[in-house]
């Protein structure tokens, strides 16, 4: 019985199961794509063996300090060293183009097998360490550079030594975009090639006591720590690569699961108020309420699991794919049981949901007698006036009107899909934008300034500073700089846990003045004075301050004042961000590394010049324009998330004109009769679809009206919800107005090929129903 | 002589059933006058509404040709069609045929209103067509609201909006009891009288006995015609006889 059902109602039941397919498919990508991203980033770096700390280091001295301590056994553990060279070092390669990337990490490894961190040769050949001569990359460098097994490259600090390419690995330590070091590997050999002055040692080693006794005793004794990384700083980074994905992915989920509830719901109650007859007709052959009830839960039950099964199915290539892309250069992660488990919750939710929803309908439609279910032709309840808009008038667009309100239940449905399905759309599409013109905001997306030239560099002495001032002040190409310290101040300075609550990671950040450089401020004002901060907006809310209250942090052990005065967006380090002034290192006789120096030139043409004059007076500087590395980061980071949101949009799109031929089907189906009436009383078939056309135009574009209004509502403190630089949300209208035109003709179009069907409407079939 | 406003060369219609073809319309050649009252009658099946709807446009036909009103309208196309079906003539059918969201007197006007009429007359016209036919009470009534007698006559007043030159009606008390039937006939006979030219198909003995002018169709063609007066003051008992008497030699 069930089964002749459906074949009897092939279209409405075809129409379902694929709005179901497509909405449980993306529902369960999104879900199993952020479930394993976050636990495959944790597991992986769960590994027990993983080093607390990787270090470079120049001095022997010092070196040899740690190397005492880790013999004790007491504060460190697990302690490895290699030789290895920590510079800005330019790399050329065979055609002559320069790596032009910030500082480069070369260790010389004996042994893969032995290295406490994990590294995996994907391509070239499985050796113990590269030979003499070779050297191995990561696949984020060979990637981005295209660089392949055997190519060969030059390193000038290696008296221009040349190495070839013989593997391309992951490593655990260079997993991440938005690790600033690039890692290689040599044999131990080679070491001897490069210049004294980079050469030192490379040290990873194990908390053995508390992390905080560690970094006190490190912060006390060591000042040639050039590189300093920690594991959760890995693992920060890691999250901060697929952070935006998988928050894009979560809002997808979400946005298709109550879209896909509602569009599901709406479709079934149309399709069984469609059934009234038939059951009206059941009912007079005698079946019971219950057993009609089982024919339509049968049915419904069969193509729900049938089609969810199917966008289940779908969804675990596309998360596995999704998954396997994002996460290429941490590894391997191949589909395991969470797939299932989220693939049969999806699946069981959907079907239930249509359970109880057929069930409560079939329930209203049950209580009609057997003579009102089939005398019933268009549902029109006795002595119910319908109201209509235009009187007297066989004016097309007018009666088009009338039918909107005389369709009250078919035309708020039309509304509110369109409403849903463009609201959807547009705040993808704008999400896109976002990130395509992101590029161009890294100093709010990142707590960066924003200037003509960026020189990296380790101002090692108070000497090298006051030089630098000096040659500042002295070219008169400059216009306005500034240097500092970003990401690791927080070396010196510590956020106060015990007060505020403990966070994952955080970045204090100094610099010598923040005005005219490109620094963005959400509210507020900049810091200018010692003891003035400001604090991101994810911190703020995370410690629950405000602008104009203190801030403890912990200086030398004591615990310092600070009064914030204004606050910022960041995405970095999960948004948590302190900026302070330069000032308040000296005050507290803090001696950091300044490493950036942000410079805005008068005229850019002065770049190259600038440049070649700063690079030859100051060794061991690079100059870049602009933003420099920090522009590639953004790029980096950001880089995975258009083709994500492409892919999503195009599943709405889909979606959308599934619900547009739905929608102009029902039309049709429910006008076929009246338009043959209208057709033997002399009216055209172009009359009547100018009459059908008009509806579905209205309909559409005060959809579309709802859909820009709900966008310019919330849309950006949606987004505000995930992405904390709220200044970087950066929305499109040009683009949305475009999008929503072309949606519009596009809906007219498929409406006019729709209504083809009025000219081939047969007055006489119609008549003889 | 009567003006002619039907007529019919060679006119053919055939249905494909599978393979087989089947013809329903054979080479027929046929007049119908301005003013009659003329009946199609036949047995079921015998291809009576085909024969109707080729003769009004409603359906295409297979060959030959249909002047209507002096127009060949075999070439016309859709708009020109649409023009002789608003302005020219009217059709009512055997079932329901009106617009379920307009009440009875929206479905009388809506049919009337063109550029050239006032809103005013025709809604006025309307509401007295309604109320010639009976219906005073319920022009504001949906068509599901009212019995089938009361949408038929509803169709009629559509009908006669645009005053039509003839009036095409297929069965059109098929659907109702025999007392409904009744009305709407007499409303028929009424129209024919005041010179209103009808063409009407039905298998209904008491039906025929209205028309002045009844053609016998069997086997595709016409197979014998039955001259009568305009129905008059006599009893209708008598000329149901003659009928009957007619359709009897028919093997009816
Ligand atoms: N659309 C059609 N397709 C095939 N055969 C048809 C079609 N319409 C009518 N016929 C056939 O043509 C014949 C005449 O039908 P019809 O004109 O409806 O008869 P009547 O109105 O005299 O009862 C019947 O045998 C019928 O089966
Ligand atoms: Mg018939």
């Given at each position: 019985?069930?089964?002749?059902?459906?074949?009897?109602s092939k279209?409405?039941?075809?129409l379902?199961a694929?709005?179901l397919?497509?909405?449980s498919g993306l529902?369960?990508?999104?879900?199993i794509?952020?479930?394993?991203?976050?636990s495959?980033?944790t597991?992986?770096?769960?590994?027990p063996?993983?080093p607390d700390?990787y270090?470079?280091?120049?001095?022997d001295?010092?070196?040899?300090?740690?190397?005492?301590?880790a013999?004790?056994g007491?504060l460190i553990k697990d302690?490895?060293k290699?030789?290895?060279?920590?510079?800005?070092?330019?790399?050329?390669?065979?055609n002559?183009?320069?790596f032009?990337e910030?500082?480069?990490?070369?260790?010389s490894?004996k042994d893969?097998e032995?290295?406490?961190?994990?590294?995996t040769i994907?391509e070239?050949?499985?050796?113990?360490?590269?030979?003499v001569g070779?050297i191995?990359?990561?696949k984020i460098l060979?990637d981005?550079?295209?660089?392949?097994?055997n190519?060969?490259?030059?390193?000038?600090?290696?008296a221009?030594?040349?190495?070839?390419i013989s593997?391309i690995i992951n490593?655990?330590?260079?997993?991440s975009?938005?690790?600033?070091?690039?890692?290689?590997y040599?044999?131990e050999?080679?070491v001897m090639l490069?210049?004294?002055e980079?050469?030192?040692?490379?040290?990873?080693?194990?908390?053995?006591s508390?992390?905080?006794?560690?970094?006190?005793?490190?912060?006390?004794?060591?000042?040639s720590?050039e590189y300093?990384?920690e594991k959760n700083?890995?693992v920060?980074?890691?999250?901060?690569?697929t952070?935006?994905?998988?928050v894009?992915?979560?809002?997808a989920?979400?946005l298709?699961?109550?879209?896909?509830?509602i569009?599901?719901?709406?479709t079934?109650?149309n399709n069984?108020?469609?059934e009234?007859?038939?059951?009206?007709?059941?009912k007079?052959l005698?079946f019971?309420?219950?057993?009609?009830?089982?024919?339509?839960?049968k049915?419904?039950?069969?193509?729900?699991?049938?089609?969810t099964?199917?966008?289940?199915a779908?969804s675990?290539?596309a998360?596995?794919i999704?998954q396997?892309?994002i996460l290429k250069?941490?590894?391997?992660?191949?589909y395991?049981?969470?797939?299932?488990?989220?693939g049969g919750?999806?699946?069981?939710l959907f079907?239930v949901?249509?359970?109880?929803?057929v069930?409560?309908e079939?329930?209203?439609i049950?209580k009609i007698?057997p003579?009102?279910?089939?005398?019933?032709?268009?549902?029109?309840?006795?002595?119910?006036?319908k109201?209509?808009?235009?009187?007297?008038?066989n004016?097309?667009?007018?009666l088009?009107?009338?039918?909107?309100?005389?369709n009250?239940?078919?035309?708020?449905?039309?509304c509110?899909?369109?409403?849903?399905?463009?609201?959807t759309?547009l705040?993808?599409i704008?999400?896109?934008h976002?990130?395509?013109?992101s590029?161009?905001?890294?100093n709010i997306?990142?707590?960066?300034h924003?200037?003509?030239?960026t020189?990296?560099?380790?101002?090692?002495?108070?000497?090298?500073?006051?030089?630098i001032v000096?040659?500042l002040?002295n070219?008169?190409?400059v216009?306005?700089y500034?240097?500092?310290?970003y990401?690791n101040a927080?070396?010196?300075?510590?956020?106060?846990?015990?007060k505020?609550?403990v966070?994952?990671g955080?970045?204090?950040?100094?610099f010598?003045r923040?005005?005219?450089?490109g620094?963005?401020?959400?509210?507020?004002r900049?810091?200018?004075k010692y003891n003035?901060?400001?604090?991101?907006?994810?911190?703020?809310?995370d410690t629950?301050?405000?602008?104009?209250?203190?801030?403890?942090?912990?200086?030398y052990?004591?615990?310092?004042e600070?009064?914030i005065?204004g606050s910022?967006g960041?995405?970095?380090?999960?948004?948590?961000?302190?900026?302070?002034?330069?000032?308040?290192?000296?005050?507290?006789?803090l001696?950091p590394?300044y490493?950036?120096?942000?410079?805005q030139?008068?005229?850019?043409e002065?770049?190259?010049?600038f440049?070649?004059?700063?690079?030859?007076?100051?060794?061991?500087?690079?100059v870049?324009?602009?933003?420099?590395?920090?522009?590639?980061?953004l790029?980096?980071?950001?880089?995975?998330v258009?083709?994500?949101?492409?892919t999503?949009?195009i599943?709405?799109l889909i979606l959308?004109a599934?619900?547009i031929?739905?929608?102009?089907?029902i039309?049709?189906?429910?006008?076929?009769?009246?338009l043959?009436?209208?057709?033997?009383?002399?009216f055209?078939?172009?009359?009547?679809?100018?009459r059908?056309?008009?509806?579905i135009?209205i309909?559409?574009?005060?959809?579309?009206?709802?859909?820009i209004?709900?966008?310019n509502w919330?849309s950006?403190?949606?987004i505000e919800?995930?992405?904390?630089s709220p200044?970087?949300?950066?929305?499109?209208?040009l683009?949305?107005s475009i999008?929503c035109a072309?949606?519009?003709?596009v809906?007219?179009v498929f409406a006019f090929l729709?209504?083809?069907?009025?000219?081939?409407i047969?007055v006489i079939e119609?008549m003889?129903? | 002589?009567?003006?002619?406003?039907?007529k019919?060369?060679?006119?053919g219609?055939s249905?494909?059933?599978?393979?087989?073809k089947?013809d329903?319309?054979?080479?027929?050649n046929?007049e119908?006058?301005e003013?009659?009252f003329t009946?199609?009658m036949?047995?079921?099946g015998?291809?009576?509404?085909?024969?109707l709807?080729?003769?009004?446009?409603?359906?295409?036909?297979?060959?030959?040709?249909?002047e209507?009103l002096?127009?060949?309208?075999?070439?016309f196309?859709?708009n020109?069609i649409?023009?002789?079906r608003?302005?020219?003539?009217?059709?009512?059918?055997q079932?329901?045929?009106?617009l379920?969201?307009?009440?009875?007197?929206?479905?009388?006007a809506?049919?009337?209103?063109?550029a050239?009429k006032?809103k005013?007359?025709?809604?006025?016209?309307?509401?007295?067509?309604?109320?010639?036919?009976?219906?005073?009470?319920?022009?504001?009534?949906y068509?599901?609201?009212?019995?089938?007698?009361?949408?038929q006559?509803t169709?009629?007043?559509r009908?006669?909006?645009?005053e039509p030159k003839?009036?095409?009606?297929d069965?059109?008390?098929?659907?109702l009891?025999?007392s409904?039937g009744?009305?709407?006939?007499?409303?028929?006979?009424?129209?024919?009288n005041?010179?209103?030219?009808i063409v009407?198909?039905?298998?209904?003995?008491?039906?025929a006995?209205r028309g002045?002018?009844?053609l016998?169709?069997?086997?595709g063609?016409i197979?014998?015609?039955?001259n009568?007066?305009?129905l008059g003051?006599?009893?209708?008992?008598?000329?149901?006889?003659i009928?009957y008497?007619?359709?009897n030699d028919k093997?009816?």
């Amino acid at each position: 019985m069930w089964k002749k059902k459906i074949r009897t109602s092939k279209l409405s039941f075809l129409l379902i199961a694929v709005i179901l397919m497509v909405t449980s498919g993306l529902l369960s990508t999104s879900r199993i794509f952020i479930d394993n991203i976050n636990s495959s980033i944790t597991d992986y770096y769960g590994n027990p063996a993983f080093p607390d700390v990787y270090l470079f280091n120049s001095s022997d001295y010092e070196l040899n300090m740690l190397e005492d301590q880790a013999d004790k056994g007491q504060l460190i553990k697990d302690f490895q060293k290699y030789k290895a060279m920590y510079s800005s070092m330019n790399i050329t390669q065979e055609n002559g183009e320069t790596f032009n990337e910030d500082r480069n990490l070369i260790i010389s490894i004996k042994d893969q097998e032995k290295l406490n961190w994990e590294l995996t040769i994907l391509e070239g050949k499985d050796k113990p360490s590269p030979e003499v001569g070779e050297i191995w990359i990561s696949k984020i460098l060979a990637d981005k550079k295209d660089l392949k097994v055997n190519d060969v490259i030059k390193i000038d600090k290696a008296a221009r030594s040349q190495f070839k390419i013989s593997a391309i690995i992951n490593d655990s330590q260079n997993a991440s975009l938005a690790n600033p070091a690039k890692i290689m590997y040599v044999n131990e050999e080679d070491v001897m090639l490069f210049d004294q002055e980079v050469r030192g040692g490379y040290v990873v080693f194990q908390y053995g006591s508390e992390k905080e006794a560690v970094m006190n005793y490190l912060h006390e004794n060591f000042t040639s720590n050039e590189y300093y990384m920690e594991k959760n700083y890995l693992v920060m980074n890691q999250l901060a690569d697929t952070g935006l994905v998988s928050v894009i992915m979560t809002l997808a989920g979400l946005l298709t699961l109550i879209s896909g509830i509602i569009v599901v719901l709406f479709t079934l109650k149309n399709n069984l108020m469609k059934e009234v007859k038939s059951i009206g007709t059941y009912k007079a052959l005698g079946f019971k309420g219950s057993e009609i009830k089982k024919i339509y839960s049968k049915a419904y039950l069969f193509v729900g699991i049938i089609s969810t099964t199917i966008g289940v199915a779908i969804s675990f290539p596309a998360a596995y794919i999704l998954q396997k892309e994002i996460l290429k250069y941490l590894g391997n992660f191949g589909y395991n049981s969470s797939y299932l488990i989220i693939g049969g919750v999806i699946i069981v939710l959907f079907n239930v949901i249509i359970q109880l929803f057929v069930a409560l309908e079939l329930r209203k439609i049950n209580k009609i007698s057997p003579v009102e279910a089939i005398l019933q032709t268009n549902a029109l309840k006795n002595g119910k006036r319908k109201w209509t808009l235009y009187k007297n008038t066989n004016n097309p667009i007018a009666l088009s009107i009338n039918d909107i309100f005389k369709n009250k239940r078919l035309s708020l449905n039309v509304c509110i899909i369109t409403a849903i399905y463009m609201f959807t759309t547009l705040l993808f599409i704008n999400t896109d934008h976002m990130f395509a013109v992101s590029k161009d905001h890294a100093n709010i997306w990142l707590n960066l300034h924003k200037t003509t030239a960026t020189i990296n560099t380790n101002i090692t002495s108070p000497e090298m500073e006051d030089a630098i001032v000096d040659y500042l002040n002295n070219d008169n190409r400059v216009d306005q700089y500034g240097y500092g310290l970003y990401l690791n101040a927080g070396n010196y300075i510590k956020y106060d846990s015990e007060k505020y609550g403990v966070l994952d990671g955080y970045a204090i950040e100094s610099f010598s003045r923040y005005d005219h450089l490109g620094f963005e401020i959400y509210e507020g004002r900049l810091p200018e004075k010692y003891n003035e901060i400001n604090v991101s907006l994810n911190m703020l809310r995370d410690t629950n301050l405000k602008i104009g209250d203190k801030m403890n942090f912990k200086i030398y052990g004591k615990d310092e004042e600070f009064l914030i005065v204004g606050s910022f967006g960041s995405i970095k380090y999960a948004g948590r961000n302190v900026r302070l002034l330069n000032e308040a290192m000296e005050h507290y006789n803090l001696k950091p590394y300044y490493n950036t120096i942000a410079v805005q030139l008068k005229n850019q043409e002065f770049y190259s010049e600038f440049k070649k004059d700063f690079e030859h007076h100051f060794k061991d500087t690079l100059v870049q324009a602009n933003l420099g590395n920090y522009d590639e980061l953004l790029n980096d980071m950001t880089s995975m998330v258009p083709p994500v949101v492409s892919t999503i949009t195009i599943f709405m799109l889909i979606l959308s004109a599934l619900n547009i031929i739905t929608i102009i089907s029902i039309i049709m189906m429910d006008e076929r009769r009246n338009l043959g009436i209208q057709k033997a009383l002399g009216f055209t078939s172009n009359y009547l679809k100018v009459r059908i056309l008009s509806r579905i135009a209205i309909l559409t574009s005060t959809g579309i009206a709802i859909a820009i209004f709900i966008h310019n509502w919330i849309s950006k403190s949606l987004i505000e919800l995930v992405i904390t630089s709220p200044n970087a949300i950066i929305f499109s209208p040009l683009k949305s107005s475009i999008y929503c035109a072309l949606i519009f003709s596009v809906m007219l179009v498929f409406a006019f090929l729709g209504t083809s069907k009025v000219a081939r409407i047969n007055v006489i079939e119609l008549m003889e129903e | 002589m009567d003006r002619v406003i039907i007529k019919t060369s060679d006119l053919g219609k055939s249905f494909c059933m599978g393979k087989e073809k089947i013809d329903v319309i054979n080479n027929m050649n046929l007049e119908i006058y301005e003013g009659d009252f003329t009946i199609i009658m036949g047995s079921s099946g015998a291809g009576k509404s085909t024969l109707l709807y080729a003769l009004s446009t409603m359906d295409q036909y297979s060959q030959g040709k249909v002047e209507l009103l002096g127009k060949d309208i075999t070439s016309f196309n859709e708009n020109q069609i649409a023009n002789i079906r608003k302005n020219d003539m009217a059709f009512i059918f055997q079932g329901i045929n009106l617009l379920p969201d307009m009440t009875l007197f929206e479905n009388v006007a809506f049919n009337g209103y063109s550029a050239t009429k006032s809103k005013k007359s025709v809604n006025e016209k309307a509401r007295l067509l309604l109320k010639d036919l009976g219906l005073e009470k319920d022009i504001y009534k949906y068509p599901s609201e009212v019995s089938g007698g009361q949408k038929q006559r509803t169709a009629i007043a559509r009908a006669l909006i645009n005053e039509p030159k003839i009036i095409f009606a297929d069965e059109p008390t098929g659907a109702l009891n025999s007392s409904m039937g009744r009305v709407v006939l007499d409303i028929l006979t009424q129209l024919n009288n005041e010179g209103q030219s009808i063409v009407m198909v039905t298998h209904d003995l008491k039906a025929a006995t209205r028309g002045n002018r009844i053609l016998y169709l069997k086997d595709g063609r016409i197979d014998g015609e039955l001259n009568l007066d305009k129905l008059g003051e006599e009893s209708l008992k008598e000329r149901e006889g003659i009928v009957y008497k007619f359709l009897n030699d028919k093997n009816w």
